[in-house]
């Protein structure tokens, strides 16, 4: 731990450590935003009670718990950014930016050259961390945004009861970390896996169109829901959804029937709990009725299994699943959502 709080640059921006004559600017720089997202009330911040928090901050550096910077662009204060220790090897990042200096990169330049000094040997003058984080409201979105640019991969997401964060209302928050060991932001790899980190996932099903030589559907009765559905299931992280159909009917039927292509692309919206997913249902071809005799159901997925006519899938299955059965055997469409 260095013992007088260094001055860092990146040759735009300046991390310095506080000093009692800044009070006055960046109590004047607190605005609604500010306390929208820390929640505290604009009342309470005075010069009074700031100089508390900066001889607090002082302190707390010389303890080696926290080191809070003054964020400076063109001599002018525009922000502060802070890490507080989390154990012996982490530690948490915050930052915020002044009223009227925001939307020009500055939190994002400061948080990057803080997380690089935080990673330095402490002979260098750092605090050799192995990694930082930042929780973040998933309703932030410039927050959000700074993270990313200043390279800090999302994890995932954390839930909390009301209360339990810094606004009254927060139920979750977004969580975003880099590693020591993380390469560079200038390695392709190191840019693709950021990008790869927060852009949009879908789940993917995969499903299997199976017909008896008179055109009947081979539909499943599920233990974990009380409607009726083609068999199939979620493909996995890094599988093919042809690999993965082919392996589900293997699983929960005991029978090995190879796709023949794909027939319907179908979106589900978001239900009961569920975010969106896409279903793809594969074509499995016909199996002869003696076919049933074979199954070997997953009791702990499948209760029941049979052949059966349209008319029978609408009255067993939940009605968008009707449809998209009706859709894939009719194929008079190759895309549908809900089965329409």
Known sequence: MPAEQPTLTDGTVTLRPWRDDDVAEAVAGHDDEMALWFGWDPADV???SHLAAITRWRE?????????????????????????????AGARLSWTLYAGHRGRGHAARAVRVLVDWAFADPEQGGWGLQR???????????????ATRAGLRLEGVQRVSPGMGDRPDATSYAVFARLATDPPLSDPESFRSLLNSFLPRKRAISQMLVRDPEGRVLLCQLTYKRDWDLPGGVVEVGESPQVAVQREVEEELGLTVEPRGLLLTDWLPAWGGWDDAVCLVFDGGTLPHSALADVVMQEREIRDVRFCTLEEVDELAADFTARRVRAAVTGEGTYTESGR
């Open 46 to 48: 005075t010069e009074q």
């Open 132 to 146: 930082v984080e930042a929780r973040i409201d998933p309703r932030n979105d410039r927050s959000r945004r700074v």
């Open 60 to 88: 707390r550096y010389r303890a080696g718990e926290q080191a809070s910077f003054v964020i400076e662009h063109d001599d002018r204060l525009v922000g502060s950014v802070e890490l507080t220790r989390d154990g012996s």
